[in-house]
């Protein structure tokens, strides 16, 4: 039932844009904190995008403000991280995540899309 599928992935040059979505199923993005993390090899996993109200107010890790972009499309049901500048330090596999903003235990992921940025 309840289903986060990210897709967009890919290898890319330094400098290049990518589009990643995260198609959910079973629940509506509109009342779930919705988020992107990333894993690179040898890290842990860190947010790198995320909602900080129901309103879609965003907030960046600051590796990457003013170069990635959080949004939703709520007819959709889906949400997408724009990524452009791309470097090779971006290199890894990207999550999306759900978080229902008062139940604490409806916490979901995806099962991740690879996006290799190398020359």
């Known amino acids: 039932q309840v289903q986060l599928v990210e897709s967009g992935g890919d290898l890319v040059q330094p400098g290049g844009s990518l589009r990643l979505s995260c198609a959910a199923s079973?629940?509506?993005?509109?009342?779930?904190?919705m988020s992107w993390y990333r894993q690179a090899p040898g890290k842990e996993r860190e947010l790198v995008a995320e909602?900080?109200?129901?309103?879609?107010?965003?907030n960046y890790a600051d590796s990457v403000k003013g170069r990635y972009t959080i949004s939703r499309d709520n007819t959709e049901n889906t949400v997408y991280l724009q990524m452009v500048s791309l470097k090779p330090d971006d290199t890894a596999v990207y999550y999306c995540n759900a978080r229902h903003w008062l139940v604490y235990d409806r916490n979901y992921w995806g099962q991740g899309t690879q996006v290799t940025v190398s020359s």
């Open positions: 079973g629940f509506t993005v509109s009342v779930y904190r």
């Open positions: 909602f900080t109200n129901i309103g879609g107010s965003p």
